[in-house]
Each structure stands twice: as C-alpha cells, then as structure tokens.
C-alpha cells in the first residue's frame, strides 16, 4: 500500500498555495495524521477503550534570520495561510529565534514525495479490528492472572499508533513516511497473607506477529516478578555491583541519549561537552543512534525535517566518536544531519504525546539509542557476581545535573540480591544514587542479547550489563 493521499495531497496543495505568496527568504510546510487506538486495563478489567484521530499542519518560515512556526489542526488551505502568516509574523517582527540558518537541502532521496510503502509499517496492525484488539487486551489480563493463584490484580495498557506524515519546503525537499507500532504494558500485584508485590513488563513492536505471539508472555513476565517478589528485604546502603536488565536500563539510556545530542552539547547542557575524541566509558562499551533500527519504536526513513535516518556511532569501545545531529546542530558544527530532527512534545512527567506532533518544530533528539550486545549470557553475568544486586524494575529516574551526570532512582520490585553466583532473596526499598559518568566507566560485563523495553510511553534497546560499585540507598 502507498501513502494516504490525504496527506501527501495536501501538504503539495498548501505548499504550492503559500508560494504564490512569498512574503519570507524560506519555509516549510509539514503535515501529520495520527490514529491512536487504546485500551486502559483497570482491576482484571477493560475500563475503557479509545480511538483519537489527530491531524494538523506545522508551518516553519526564516526571515532575515529569524525563525518563526505556527500550527492549526484545520487541514484547510485557509488554515495553512494562517498559520503561514502568523510563523511569518514572529519571524518579521524580531521574537523568533535569530538562528541565521537556513531550512534543509534535499538529497537525491528528498527532491520529491514517493508514496511506496514504508519498512516501519504494518497494515495488519493498521486495519486491525477494535474486536481483535479487545480480545488482544482480555488475552494480556488473562495471561497475568492464570499465571499463579496469588495474582491478585492486572493493570495495564495497549496502544496502537498508525501514522503517516509529510513534509515539502522552500529548498526543493519532497518527504513523506508511514508508520505503526502497538505498546502494551501490564503491572501484577501478588499477595500472599499479609505481604503483597508488584511486576511488571512492556511489549514494543512495529510487527504484528511478533505483537500476536509475544502477548500473553507480558502477563507472565509481570506476574512471574511479582510472584518472586513476595517476602522481599531491604537491603543495607552501600556500594553493590549492579546488573541492569533492560527494563531497567530504558530509562538509563534514554537519559545518555539526551547527553549526545549535539543541541545540549552546544548548550553546554551535556556531561560529554568538550569530551568528543576522548574515554567517556569502558572499553567493552558501543552504543549507536539508529534511525532505522529494525523494530525500534521510533524507526523510519526519515526523520521529520525530511531528511534520511542512518545508523550513527556514538561511542567505540569507550571512546566517544560523535553525536547526533539535526539540520540546525549540524550547520553550527560544519557537520551532515544524522537525520535527528523530530517534533518532540512531552507531558508532565516525561512522557511523550504519542504519533507525530504538528504543533512544534523539529529539534535535536534520538530516535533509537541502542547499546551493543557484548559477549556473554546474561546467567554469565549472574554467576561472575559475588555480591550484588539484578535490577529487574527501577522508576523515577532523575537526571540531576546534566553537566556531571549525576542520577537518582527508585528501585520498586523485582529486584533481587546475588550472593556468590546466585540470586538468594527479593530486595525493596533503596534508591540508586550515583553519576553516568562512573556507570559508564564501570561497566564490565555487557550481555549477548538486546530487547526493546518501554516505560512510561518511551522505549529504548539495550542488553543486561554489569556496573562495578553503584551506591544505593535504603530508604
């Protein structure tokens, strides 16, 4: 299947109106379609399922310098003029940023819209019915439940994003692309007399297969931590060698990710300012930015300036090569876009507003943040460890200060203490506090597998690793 025409149509449509009119040196026209179906599970049960269409059109103008964007959810050819003359408005009168940039050029790839379909799509999980996916939802609930009698309680989500979106400006650059991706999560609470624990897990897919034969094992994930959770201890604060599973380590990359982007480095906001070329971590350590990264959350051809995604090296064997760039960054560093412009927009908490944002210009930001698999199986990790910590469930995570890398976490259930190769006992109760820079730099065992792992809306990829000397906190 090709593109929706909708929305190719008409960003060709506006484009060629606001041409006639001309008033500004550059501009861009952008245009989104986002259909978000989900199901929000509450105690065993289907609380609510929704359906939220979302379209609108973004309008970035460059006069004398200065940068102005406006936006409206008309998809109208009167709405595209508006919001056209109110960009150029900001832009005219001195408020919009003075970048002294220009908009993308294309590439051979960008000078015109193909409406072939895209790798990152799936029209089984785009046409499927709100039936199939109710039943999806009563198979994740039952799945948790059957798990063991002492499950209790199943909450959780699944949402399906479908997404197409176009982009054409001044320039010459003709981009569109398509997109679906399903995220189901699922927190079991188990009691058992008078204690009680929770576990929890996530699915991430852009396939529908994988999506069908993957369900039913987040209910047993979530349960099986729970379940092992039970009786759980505190542990005494001190220095512990920790193993980061990936569901723990999602929030830990998408916060290192924030640290290579090129934007915050220019902003001097970045622990790796002034640190390209040099050891930021181990030598066991890679980690790439990867635009296309088969499966990822936030994958596709190109980004939302238009321009191609690419898999970029950020740090080799500890060394940081470079970071990652949009078409802004990458004219204030004499560099090519990576292909890391996207139209970013969060909630209060972190969380992003899920599909393809209209109402704000692309910035700098990572589309898949990927640590690099090492060598060993994650039972190795457990069996090399004498005295630690498996991390399987942290929330919270917290940036404290962008500049040394310093974090705080909280670690909730399915954490357990390994005492000479083996895992003894369920620990609660403690908060990790350290820096990114001593994580990084003390990691020494990295696992052979990567999974995608969601939290709060967000999603990264990353194996299970070994960090030497993390400090926790009993709380």
Known sequence: MGFTPPIVDFVERVFNDLSKKRQVDQFEVYCSSNRIRSLRIVNNEILESRLVNDSGTGVRVIKDGFTGYASTAALTLEGGREAYESAARVAGSGMGEKEGIGLPKPGKENKGIKTSGSAFSDDRLRD???????????????SG?????????????ITLLSYDFAVSNSNGLRSCDRGDYVYATLTSVAKDGGQHAQGFDTLVTRNYSKFLDNIDDVGKRASDMSIKSLGSKQPPSGKYDIIYTPSCMSLTVLNLSRMASAQRVYDGLSMFTDSLGKQVASGIVNIVEDGRFEDGME???????GLPTKRTIIIEHGILKSFFHDSYTASRFNVQSTGNGFRVMTQAGGSPLQGKRYDFPPVCSSANFVITPGDISGEELIQDTKRGILLGWTRYERLLNSRTGAFTSNARSGNFMIEEGEIKYPVHGFRIHDSYVNLLNSI????????????????????????????IIST
């Open 444 to 471: 020494d065992g990295i696992a052979n597998k990567t999974e995608q792992k969601g939290h709060w809306g967000l999603a990264a990829i990353s194996p299970s690793l070994r960090v030497r000397d993390i400090r």
């Open 299 to 305: 994958s596709g051809l190109v980004d939302d300036e």
């Open 128 to 142: 499927l019915p709100e039936e199939e996916l109710a039943e999806y939802g009563k198979r994740l609930i039952q």
């Open 145 to 157: 439940l059957s798990y063991d009698k002492r499950v209790e309680d199943c909450s959780g989500s």
